[in-house]
């Protein structure tokens, strides 16, 4: 398996910008967690998903955040408009719950840069 | 609530001595604890975890931890530090089975092998 895929890896946009962030979860993983890292906050979870279903949205900062899992294989992560202090590195990872293997797997993160 | 206390912020150590990395942790039930390691410019990386069973857990790259519930800690530990251990470290806990694979990380420490 290829792991969790976040796209794209680095992303610079101005102030006001619309920025979409892409993951693609470890097939048959029923998990799906967004985070976010800075040097201020650390890792902060914003929001997390179960079989596509949003359960816990409480870490997300604002309205300017929205984030969707359409399918099993897909979550997006909005933020609209964007704001120099959203600049940050963004993960994806997932799990299986139930499984033998309980853990949650990363992907690489997309590097936010809003100027 | 639960949380986790990652009391130090750095760790410098010398190749070849042995290093601990601390970690405290909060729950009410019987947590599910893990150790993550991410290197620069990287996702998190599953270190090892603690479900149930013997209080030491041995994973990857030579590390263990060992869980002690009466003092409620998770330290990592290794008996031999690599410059290449060099990174930053992450404990995380999970209440228990059926919790919604959420988990909750500690601050990070920085791990530093000096040559």
């Known amino acids: 398996d290829a792991g969790v895929i976040q796209s794209p890896r680095h992303e610079v946009t101005e102030m006001g910008q619309e920025v979409t962030l892409r993951c693609k979860p470890i097939?048959?993983?029923?998990?799906l967690f967004w985070y976010r890292q800075t040097m201020m906050r650390g890792l902060e979870l914003l929001i997390y998903f179960n079989n596509n279903v949003p359960i816990d949205d409480s870490g997300m900062p604002e309205d300017r955040f929205s984030a969707k899992m359409p399918n099993a294989s897909f979550s997006t992560l909005k933020i609209q408009p964007s704001e120099p202090r959203d600049s940050a590195v963004y993960f994806c990872?997932?799990?299986?719950?139930?499984?033998?293997?309980?853990?949650?797997?990363f992907g690489p993160g997309t590097r936010l840069l809003v100027l | 609530a639960q949380s986790v206390a990652q009391p130090e912020d750095q760790v410098n150590v010398a190749e070849g001595n042995p290093l601990t990395v601390k970690c405290t942790y909060s729950v009410s039930g019987n947590p599910y604890l893990f150790w993550y390691v991410q290197y620069p410019n990287r996702g998190l990386q599953f270190l090892l975890k603690?479900?149930?069973?013997?209080?030491l857990v041995k994973g990857s790259y030579g590390f263990e931890a060992e869980f002690n519930k009466s003092q409620t800690s998770f330290h990592l530990k290794k008996p031999s530090a690599l410059v290449s251990d060099s990174a930053l470290y992450f404990c995380?806990?999970?209440?228990?089975?059926?919790?919604?694979?959420?988990?909750?990380f500690g601050g990070g420490t920085r791990l530093m092998v000096k040559p």
């Open positions: 990872a997932s799990s299986l719950e139930g499984g033998v293997d309980e853990t949650q797997y």
């Open positions: 603690y479900i149930t069973g013997d209080n």
């Open positions: 995380a806990v999970r209440l228990g089975h059926n919790a919604g694979n959420m988990l909750t």
């Open positions: 097939s048959g993983h029923d998990y």
